[in-house]
């Protein structure tokens, strides 16, 4: 009898074991989507690549404003500042702030989701980008940061904080597969 209540316990612990260990839902996000930057680099132009190549059907825009949200479900924005971007969009760093800002609000209160992308490493990071980095990072739904740029924990500690959910890739192209499980492609 005992070694049948060792048993069932032994079964019960187990089970609970794996239920618990089983990994929480993926986030998930809804077509058509937005693909804005936020500190005007180039890297947007590679988050046009990524999506495309995961098929999903978005608008890239790199200067949109909240006008551009009517009738779109999720917002990308692109994070990583570059003077050269900015002195070509004829802007500064002001400026690209209040749209990023005016963006971000216009879709909170439209409940359109927003992702933080970040692909541009190390070279993305400093006063600059981080400016354009906190803004996107402190009001995201999901963040997805390629490691490198993420070497000091900075979008750790802000995913922590705000209780946002974080993937780490360790390259570039991997992005592509986690924006096709986002967008159940």
Same mark, same amino acid.
């Given at each position: 009898m005992r070694q049948?209540?060792?048993?069932?316990? #032994?079964?019960?612990?187990?089970?609970m074991s794996l239920i618990f260990a089983q990994e929480a839902p993926a #986030?998930?996000?809804e077509e058509p989507v937005l693909i804005s930057s936020a500190g005007q680099s180039a890297d947007v132009l590679m988050a046009k690549i990524l999506a495309g190549k995961a098929g999903i059907e978005f608008e890239l825009d790199k200067?949109?404003?909240a006008k551009k949200l009517e009738?779109?479900?999720?917002l990308i924005l692109v994070s990583g500042g570059s003077t050269k971007g900015l002195g070509a969009a004829k802007i500064d760093k002001e400026q690209e702030y209040e749209r990023v800002e005016d963006l971000i609000k216009a879709a909170k209160k439209l409940d359109v989701k927003i992702i933080l992308l970040h692909v541009g490493g190390k070279s993305r990071r400093g006063p600059l980008s981080d400016y354009f980095n906190q803004l996107v990072a402190e009001n995201a739904d999901h963040m997805v940061v390629v490691v490198s740029g993420n070497d000091d924990g900075y979008f750790t500690k802000?995913?922590?904080d705000k209780q946002i959910d974080l993937?780490?890739?360790e390259k570039i192209v991997a992005i592509q597969d986690i924006l096709k499980v986002i967008y159940a492609k």
């Open positions: 049948i209540k060792c048993i069932t316990a #032994f079964i019960l612990l187990l089970s #986030f998930r996000a200067m949109a404003d009738g779109i479900k999720s802000i995913a922590k993937e780490l890739p």
